[in-house]
């Protein structure tokens, strides 16, 4: 009777111990940092548009000015 008894301690235990099965492991996300540009890149297309208007002014020849060309006139 004592064996019985120990069979089915033992089987309860082992069956409780047992009950949900086999459970896959949860993996936890990789976190990954996104890739920044620099600030610079921000700095740049304004910088060139500035030159171009500068250079647009510059090379304008003022369109009304009466410009003399030959000082002989």
Known sequence: MKKLALAAALTVAA????????????????????????SSAGVIVPLLL?????????????????VVTDPMF
């Open 15 to 38: 069956s409780t111990a047992f009950a949900g099965g086999m459970v896959e492991p949860e993996m936890e996300p990789e976190v990954v940092a996104a890739a920044t540009s620099s």
């Open 50 to 66: 500035l030159l171009l208007i500068a250079a647009a002014v510059a090379g304008s020849s003022g369109g009304d000015a009466d």
